[in-house]
């Protein structure tokens, strides 16, 4: 074997594993549910104004961020239903209140859950039915500013 041949085989083998390697990471990253086992779950909450809110917002427990928005959509009824990832270790109990609050005045919005102490835990696909919607601050203030505030 002369030199020429060893180099191509150790480029080669250099570029199986690469290209191993980057298979694994998308995989990982991707979530191949079939493949590593789901790490999430979802669930959804109904809101009469979900203002501010888009795909990939946090959504947090006492400030730790525990999941994502993953979908916005109406439903028939004419409210908005988002659908929540949340990380497969994370219970939400039945009596939990799900809110849409901001980080600080005019910071990003974020849906904020706020546990109850319930034992029963809200399940894949279940919906959180107590939930409070997003204040509305410009139509507060033209109602002041308009003199509709009494």
Known sequence: MNSTSRIEIVVGLFLVLGLAAFGWLAVQLGEVSWLTGSRTYTVYAEFEN?????????????????GTVAELRLNEDGKAVAAFKLNKNVKIPKDSIASVKSQGIIGDKFIRILPGGDTASYKPGETIVDTESSLDIESLISKFALGGVK
Do not use: D, N, P, Y
Not at 52 to 57: A, P, R, T, V
């Open 50 to 66: 979900i203002s501010g809110i888009k795909s990939g917002s946090e959504v947090q427990i006492a400030g730790v961020a525990v």
